[in-house]
């Protein structure tokens, strides 16, 4: 049975950082992304990483360079997504998602698994 467990999300203020992780299980994967969606606003490709080879490479929405970065550790089956100078916009559930197949990175078809969500709150 494949799982894509979900956990990190909270509330932060503006300026502050938060961590998702996704353990995914029963599935082996090579590539590995985080989606969003806020309020009114359509599913968001946040960042992407191909998990074959050790890692790398990376792929970052527009809006998240410089702030967020995603990493593996293939060893936990896991992927992260660390962010950091949080802003109120990043408010949004928080998926993962898994592919064993690849594809372009920010689009939701390119994904055979997805978690429940986590979600994040940043107040200003």
Sequence with gaps: QVQLVESGGGSVQAGGSLRLSCTIAGYTFNMGG????????EREGVAA???GGGGGPTFYADSVKG?????????????????NSLKPEDTAMYYCAASRYG??????????????????????
């Design 103 to 124: 594809g372009f990175w920010s689009e939701p078809q390119s994904y055979r698994y997805w978690g429940q969500g986590t979600q994040v709150t940043v107040s200003s």
């Design 34 to 41: 985080w989606f969003r969606r806020a309020p009114g606003k």
């Design 49 to 51: 990483i191909y998990t």
């Design 67 to 83: 702030r967020f970065v995603i990493s593996q550790d293939n060893a936990k089956k896991t992927v992260y997504l660390q962010m």
